[in-house]
């Protein structure tokens, strides 16, 4: 069954079949669809809908609700999800998983409502205090927006850990068919660790403090080892790579676009392709420089190089000698026009206009 | 302070990481004695293994050592919003919120405020010892005027500082809580009083009520800088002036449990049911040439619509389309636009630099669209925008009243459905009249009378085309 949506409506349709319990959140453009989505639809098939007093309440409501074993998700933009920062940490810390939909706009300060990709580093490199990250998947569609939607709440059951879906004003709200899910997944058995208010879980406990150091230390080891074995849930989409020469590296709208641009530089001769992550953390970097080796390579985003960077420090870690990689970006909500990418690609390979 | 055994609480304190039967607390502290109050209410109650206490950031921070209950650990201030989340989470659980002064009373206030707004289902424990115990006597928005603390070296000075938060009475100035009463633990006598406090504050949470809030004026002899004695004499004697004990409210006689939650469809059967108009899925499809459609004017015109009713005609055809409207303060300024990409492999940009297609509805959107659209293309502009004097190259610009045509039609608002018969007519968008046709009526489903009315304006558009074009 298909239904045509709103990227930020088909989050919540992932939310529900993926189980969420309850949806807390604070209105905020360009993400505001997603809340009003979810005050229709949860009720009408017995979930809650609260909409919080403020980002740092939804955060810690989604918080209070793992610690309750159940599931919750919020959604927000910019200016709230550096509120929530705070609340990522605690339940990094604490191990509570969760999921958290940042509809990008413009920054930094309040900045504007249209599409940037600004909050990579915040997303990706864990944005508050402490050793920890987030799962960040980063939806290209609105089918991936339901799709990944559903996978963050996998994923932050798997690791109990806070998952962000990491999207912009764009991808919220264009439309696009999506195709539903065959049937909701099953309820997770939490009752080990959370906090239920039955005799079983009586004895657990839900913290993130370690008074003495030593301890401090074990649990952030573990965490880290936690976040390392998370590469094998690491996901990335080629298309057009097998015989490129230059291969265009770009993630959520930017990658939409890089596609358009590929095929339109292929029209000119001219062989190119796009690698594109679908999680940013954990980050397929192996299969980056598989898929970037011997080849140039331009980064296609809405940031200021933000995720150019990242690209380099991935290499760097896989041991990829230094190769220069491009950046092809805008800011301040302005999208690049195929012809932008088509014609900095061109740059990149040394061909006149 | 040592402990001997008490009901709802650990015998031997491991959590800590050295077993003990010793609290982290200093001689005289009131929070020990708070403690003690409310693990012997669950146990008395029957409550224990239904609670779960959230533990503040203070030096309440460890009540997990000592309570035996399910515990978990807010941020500082944030108990009332962890608390909202699992009351409504887990409906047979009595939640409790434990927090100090600053926790509550500075940076948490708002969320207090707005549980308590919301007569959340949990009982508030709020340990008012008029400063911050946990980082070092710092003032707390509770500290009397003139104390001295170390951010008030000199004394509170109101005129600078503030004065004394009353958090019992701003609290009584919200509908929803059930019960609020302020009590001290500075002696046996008021104790007891504290403790009759904190069952009735269980009981509400136990019979489902809503929200209960207590205060405890309490000691804190360290900070305060006097022995245990005197610091309990300087909650009754200053503390109570300024903090008068008793019952604010209590209306629990009379306040209604809350209602079950009703039976709801799964979500597959929701979605089964709301979804009247299927489209099949996409079908790649070489040989459909891509069209890049734009659509603009003013909000109110009914721009996102036609658009939307376009996407769904392609959506007929098994192409794939997106849809991409101007959202934000732009469209409240007055203009709205959007794009429609049809196609028959996964679309790309969704954005529409160059349109093969563009249907401009006033002035400014013509002016400013007209030159991006590509050569070979079409433009749709209404006859009340005057055409400018050179086309764009190697486009055609075609004039069409759909304003006028729907003000003499009677329906103004329907402009958009003439443009829709225009790009039927004039074949622009690759797409079946057929399936325009179904789109339209589709897109009235839920005003089933507009229907027919919107057939009869797009024919009316398509008959003044044959006669004018
Ligand atoms: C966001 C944040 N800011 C500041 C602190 C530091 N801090 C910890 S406890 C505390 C004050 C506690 O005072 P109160 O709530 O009155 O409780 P008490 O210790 O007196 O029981 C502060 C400021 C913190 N943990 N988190």
Redesign the pocket.
Known sequence: MTKFVKGNEAVVIGALYAGCDVYFGYPITPASEIAHAAARWLPSVGREFLQAECETASIYMVYGTAAAGRLSMTATSGPGMSLMQ?GLSYMAGAELPGVIVNIMRAGPGLGNVYPEQGDYNQSVKGGGHGNYRCVVLAPASVQEMCDLTIRAFELALKYRTPAIVLADGLLGQMMETVLLPERALPKPDTSSWAVQATPETRKNLITSIFINAAGQEAHNRRLQTKYESMRVDAQHDNYLCEDAELVLVAYGISSRIARTAAEALREEGVKAGVFRPLSLSPFPAEALCRTLSGRKALVVELSSGQFRDDVLLHLAKEGQRYQPVGLCNRMGGMVMSVDEVVEAARRELGLGK | MTQKKTVGMYESFTRSGRPSRATHYCAGCG?GIIHKLIAEAMVELGLQDRTIIVN?????VFGYYYWDCGNVGA??GRAPAIGTAINRMRRDAVVISY??????GA?GFNNTFQAASRGEHMAVFF?N?A?????GGQM?PTTLEGMKTTTSPFGRDPLTAGYPLHVCEVLNQLKAPVYIERVSVADTKRIMQARRAVHRALEIQRDGKGYAFVEFISP?PTNMGLDSVKAALFCMAEMEKEYPLGCVRDRSATALARAPHAPAPSVEAFFQQSEQHQAPAEEVDASFKEQRLKFTGYGGQGILSLGICVAEAARLEKRFTTWFPSYGPEQRGGSAACSVVISGRPVGSPAVDHPDVLVCMNQPSYERFAHDVRPGGTVIVDATVPLMEKAPEGVRVISMPAIDLSLKLGVPQAANTMMLAALAQLEVTGLKREHLLEALDASFRKKPALIEKNRLLFNEAVAWMEKNL
């Open positions: 705070e | 929070h503040p950031i203070g030096c309440g941020a500082h927090q100090g002064d600053g926790d509550l940076i340990v010892n400063i911050y115990g946990m980082t707390a804190c």
